[in-house]
């Protein structure tokens, strides 16, 4: 059974449109993780939520944002799509800091498409 | 400033044969070095992973030595088969503080038949 969910698998937004993509988890872990992975590259780190505390990335565009309503559910938004954003997402989680078991989870993806 | 130094970039491997890829890693505080497995369209997925405590660690066909003084780690994969075939991610983080990874490159993996 799948432990990080992302929906929808899919995306096709249009230049400029607003976009959501969501996470959610079965883990109860705390910490979520959001990253980009362009083609032929190794994901990159966009943020992450420890509990509802909320980490940015230096170099994260200000076009993303993220929400953590509660510890199963995250959000990814787009304000703005630009073609350049066009990237598989990735949600993953882990227990965080303490935790004997350091292992990440990672999500099937959001393969996103800007046109 | 690239955390992780991943290689090669490609490899090609006959069935049956040894596949080795190799890792480098800048920060002396990372304590935690996992190896993940991509196929096209998924996401990655945890192969093996390793403290700097040991320095080899074996899950059937897959090894993972690590030198802790020279900053590398490599991931062995023994017997290769056609499944096998995918990207290969070696990373790197910490277990206290930010423990977000840093990923190396990435290593495209073709076995042939």
């Known amino acids: 059974d799948a432990m990080v969910i992302q929906n929808p698998r899919y995306q096709v937004t249009q230049f400029g449109k607003p976009v959501t993509l969501s996470c959610s988890q079965t883990?109860?872990?705390?910490?979520m993780y959001w990253y980009q992975q362009k083609s032929s590259q190794a994901p990159k780190l966009l943020f992450h939520?420890?509990?509802?505390?909320?980490?940015n990335e230096a170099d994260t565009p200000d076009n993303f944002q993220s929400r953590r309503p509660n510890t199963s559910f995250c959000f990814l938004d787009i304000r703005s799509p630009g073609l350049g954003d066009a990237a598989m997402y990735l949600c993953?989680?882990?227990?965080?800091?303490?935790?004997?078991?350091?292992?990440?989870?990672f999500g099937q993806g959001t393969r996103l498409t800007v046109v | 400033q690239q955390q992780v130094k991943q290689s090669p970039q490609s490899l090609i491997v006959q069935k049956g044969g040894i596949s080795i890829i190799n890792c480098a890693y800048e920060?002396?505080?990372?304590?935690?070095f996992p190896w993940y497995q991509q196929f096209p369209g998924k996401g990655p997925a945890l192969l093996i992973a390793?403290?700097?405590?040991?320095s080899e660690k074996k899950e059937g066909r897959f090894t993972i030595s690590f030198n802790k003084s020279a900053k590398q780690f490599s991931l062995h994969i023994m017997d290769s088969q056609p499944g096998d075939s995918a990207t290969y991610f070696c990373?790197?983080?910490?277990?206290?503080?930010?423990?977000?990874?840093?990923f190396g490159s990435g290593t495209r993996l073709q076995v042939q038949p």
């Open positions: 993953a989680v882990d227990e965080g800091q303490g935790a004997r078991n350091t292992e990440a989870f």
């Open positions: 883990l109860n872990h705390n910490v």
């Open positions: 939520y420890y509990d509802k505390d909320f980490n």
């Open positions: 920060n002396t505080a990372f304590d935690y």
């Open positions: 390793i403290r700097p405590d040991v």
């Open positions: 990373a790197a983080s910490k277990s206290t503080g930010r423990r977000a990874l840093t």
